[in-house]
Every structure is written in structure tokens, then in C-alpha cells.
Antibody
Framework: QVQLQGSGPGLVKPSETLSLTCSVS?????????WGWIRQPPGKGLEWIAS???????YYNPSLKSRVTISLDTSRNQFSLKLTSVTAADTAVYYC?????????????WGQGTRVTVSS | AIQLTQSPSSLSASVGDRVTITCRAS??????LAWYQQKPGKPPNLLIF???ILESGVPSKFSGSGSGTDFTLTISSLQPEDFATYFC????????FGGGTKVEIK
């Protein structure tokens, strides 16, 4: 059974960089699949951020591309997200999820979510 | 970006009711659509993919239909555990989500 567990700081100051990590158990990320990040601002809908395949293919939401980096660490079976120059608009619950075997498809399963607040 | 418009944004229904939620895409996405259920404080849970294929372990009271630009999620007989928010997601292009439909108890 594949399980994902996100982690990272709950509070980030404006203009700083948000860094999150997702630990995967029950499946080796080096075996395949895209791995991605999605966020949900308080009381709002879902926004896909980025996804990466162990083969190196990487896709970013065009609206966030200039500020986002996604990476995989196969030795630790983890993947990470960095979002630079954060503002209050980046306050959200950030989810990690598995995202399609060969192409960007549906997300399943999801991690439990990491709540991030951007505030000084 | 492909926009997904869900309707209604919220609805009130009774246990046992048949509920239908619609999702309209701003352009043809073939069958590249998934549906999720989300309960408060929890991540979304995949219900249906490829517009009509039920994810393993999901009760058969859930069904999906449609192709092109118009899609529906139907719950055949609403149960207390089904009161939640439902989202559609397209994967024809880079992924986008609908705004959600909150199903509340009447």
C-alpha cells in the first residue's frame, strides 16, 4: 500500500522560500510514476503546482513556474518542493500525491497535507 | 488553461436521494476527467478516472459519465458518509480542478 507523508515548516515569512518534503512508503519512486504537489488555499479549491517523473520529465503550472522547483531523491524515497518569494497568497494546505504512471493523469494516493501560513 | 466549471457549487439533499453533479470543460477533453471526494481536514480521495471508471474499493453507488466537454457524477442513494465536497479534475492538458460542489444535509 503506497503512503505519502508530507513535512515542512508551518510558518514562512513573506519573500522567503517555502521548502516541503514528501516521504513515500510502500513503493520505490525510482520504479516509476510521476510525483506531484497540489495546494488548497483556506476554503478554496485545488491548484496543481508541479510533477516530476523518476526518468527526469518535469512539468510545472505555468502560473507558478518561475518560482517553483520540484526534485526527487530516490536514495531517500522522497520528493521535494521549493517555492520562492512567497506572499500571503501562497498560504494553503500543500498536498503531495502520486500522479500517473507515464503521463500526467489523476492523483492517487494523496498525503495528509501540510498547512503552510505565510506571515511575518 | 482548460477551465472546469462545476454546478451547483453547493446542494442540500436528504439521505436516500439521488444526486447529480455536473462538470463542464472549456474545451474538448475527451474522457480525461477524474472525480474526487474530500471531507473536512482530509485530502481528496479518488472516486472515478477516465470519466467513468470506478476506482478500486469505491462503492458502486458512485458513477461517472460524459465525454468531450460535459460530465456528470451521480450518487445513486445518498448516505450520511457521502456528505462532503466533490471536485472534478481534467488531465487532457496540464491538470486543473473544478471549483467543487459541497453536498450538505437537508
Amino acid at each position: 500500500q503506497v503512503q505519502l507523508q508530507g513535512s515542512g515548516p508551518g510558518l514562512v515569512k513573506p519573500s522567503e522560500t517555502l521548502s516541503l518534503t514528501c516521504s513515500v512508503s510502500g513503493y520505490s519512486i525510482s520504479s516509476g510514476y510521476f510525483w506531484g504537489w497540489i495546494r488548497q488555499p483556506p476554503g478554496k479549491g485545488l491548484e496543481w503546482i508541479a510533477s516530476m517523473h523518476q526518468g527526469g520529465s518535469t512539468y510545472y503550472n505555468p502560473s507558478l513556474k518561475s518560482r517553483v522547483t520540484i526534485s526527487l531523491d530516490t536514495s531517500r524515497n522522497q520528493f521535494s518542493l521549493k517555492l520562492t518569494s512567497v506572499t500571503a497568497a501562497d498560504t494553503a494546505v500543500y498536498y503531495c500525491a502520486r500522479h500517473g504512471a507515464v503521463e500526467l493523469k489523476w492523483f492517487d494516493p494523496w498525503g495528509q497535507g501540510t498547512r503552510v501560513t505565510v506571515s511575518s | 488553461a482548460i477551465q472546469l466549471t462545476q454546478s451547483p457549487s453547493s446542494l442540500s439533499a436528504s439521505v436516500g436521494d439521488r444526486v447529480t453533479i455536473t462538470c463542464r470543460a472549456s474545451q474538448d477533453i475527451s474522457s480525461a476527467l477524474a472525480w474526487y471526494q474530500q471531507k473536512p481536514g482530509k485530502p481528496p480521495n479518488l472516486l472515478i478516472f477516465d470519466a467513468s471508471i470506478l476506482e478500486s474499493g469505491v462503492p458502486s453507488k458512485f458513477s461517472g459519465s460524459g465525454s468531450g466537454t460535459d460530465f456528470t457524477l451521480t450518487i445513486s442513494s445518498l448516505q450520511p458518509e457521502d456528505f462532503a465536497t466533490y471536485f472534478c479534475q481534467q488531465f487532457n492538458n496540464y491538470p486543473t480542478f473544478g471549483g467543487g460542489t459541497k453536498v450538505e444535509i437537508k
